[in-house]
């Protein structure tokens, strides 16, 4: 096996710190101790049911034993709850953190006790697309990292709630990993987004995609298209425009993908463009999306802006959005950043969308409900 003259994540990151000479090296120690927690994450994916980590994770004893339930009132996987405290494991001890925040927890974990607390927080999706698992198709996880806002002089207090309320523009880092034929990380601390591929034998992230750029031409979207009697008309337009092909205004035929892991349509997106939009809509009026703000949202925006892309709500930037609560649900649409530009726009014009859009009216896929 070539192993090339490749940096681990390790000397990468030491590399990083060395242009900042003011800086202590707790966030590197920090992302080490994610990796760790994702590379674990990554050997109970492999090893499947053979690892007994398939199916339903059960609560209770005797008859009271039933699937357990997240606060977003979904049924946890066996590995949603492994990969969750897999996470808490490796990284509550660093000293480096000063609480964390999880999509399978309700409220922030504090650091317990018996270790120091340090001055960041972490925010996890420890396994997103989780409907995966049982049928082996890639997952992976999504992490955020913030200052403690005031952290010099708070060290002897757990954080608040409202502390994690940060919007996504103050993340010092974000990454996610992904466990698919290869376990990958993919990173950035604010200089450019570097993904690394888990060496198996030498158990080493080493950096295989320096630089990555969201390729600004593309021809393939990604959307769940069950949905589509729910979309509002700028999204309704976006897609018939698509579907329209070379014919249509777009003069060109775009491809789909849906792998219900937002994690990998972000990979396929940093590797060659497109778009992923998981929309408002009206199925849900008590629900601003499907996906979360603060740990998939956030993460995968700050990601697409440091490569180029964009990143947004439909309307306005995901980064700029001031969260009102830990698991607040957000439309989300994010990829090259002509087209998520393009979706903005049609946002912004309703009038332009009605009289520019014949197409989803009798010619239309995905017609509309309304009248
Ligand atoms: P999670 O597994 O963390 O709950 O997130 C799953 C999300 C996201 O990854 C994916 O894009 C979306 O749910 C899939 O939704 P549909 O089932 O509506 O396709
Ligand atoms: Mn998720
Ligand atoms: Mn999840």
Redesign the pocket.
């Known amino acids: 096996m070539p192993t090339k003259n490749r940096s681990t994540l390790t000397q990468f990151l030491i590399e990083e710190r060395r242009k900042h000479p003011d800086a202590s090296g707790d966030l590197n120690a920090l992302i080490l101790n994610v990796a760790m927690a994702c590379k674990a994450i990554a050997k109970a994916v492999a090893f499947g049911d053979l690892g007994d980590v398939l199916g339903d994770h059960v609560a209770g004893g005797g008859a009271a034993q039933q699937a357990s339930v997240n606060v977003?009132g979904?049924t946890q996987k066996k590995l949603?709850v492994l990969s969750n405290d897999l996470f808490i494991r490796m990284n509550e001890w660093s000293g480096h953190l000063a609480g964390m925040a999880s999509?399978e927890m309700e409220m922030p974990i504090d650091i317990p006790a018996r270790f120091p607390r340090g001055k960041y927080l972490l925010v996890f999706?420890p396994?997103?697309?989780?409907?995966?698992i049982d049928v082996n198709v890639t997952?992976g996880s999504?992490f955020g990292v913030f200052r403690r806002p005031g952290a010099a002089d708070a060290a002897d207090t757990p954080p608040s709630g409202a502390d994690y309320l940060q919007a996504g523009s103050a993340q010092v880092a974000a990454g996610y990993a992904l466990y698919g034929p290869t376990t990958m990380l993919v990173l950035s601390v604010g200089t450019g987004v570097f993904g690394f591929t888990l060496d198996p034998t030498l158990g080493e992230f080493m950096l295989t995609h320096p630089n990555i750029r969201v390729p600004e031409q593309t021809q393939e979207f990604a959307i769940?298209a069950?949905?589509s009697r729910f979309w509002e008309a700028p999204v309704r337009r976006y897609v018939d425009e698509c579907l329209a092909g070379k014919t249509g205004p777009r003069g060109k035929d775009f491809n789909m993908r849906?792998?219900?892991?937002?994690?990998?349509?972000a990979h396929r997106i940093m590797m060659r463009g497109g778009v992923?939009m998981?929309p408002r809509d009206t199925k849900d009026p008590t629900k601003a999306g499907?996906?979360?703000l603060m740990y998939?949202a956030n993460p995968i925006g700050f990601l697409m802006e440091q490569a180029g892309g964009r990143a947004s709500t439909g309307e306005f930037p995901i980064l700029g959005i001031q969260p009102r609560e830990l698991h607040q649900r957000i439309g989300l649409v994010f990829g090259s950043k002509a087209e998520v530009e393009r979706i903005e726009d049609y946002h912004r014009n309703p009038a332009a969308v009605k009289d520019s859009s014949p197409l989803f009216a009798a010619r239309s896929l995905f017609l509309s409900d309304t009248p």
């Open positions: 977003q979904e949603d999509e999706d396994l997103d697309g989780s409907s995966n997952v999504i769940n069950s949905n849906w792998i219900a892991s937002m994690v990998a349509e992923f998981y499907r996906l979360r998939e």
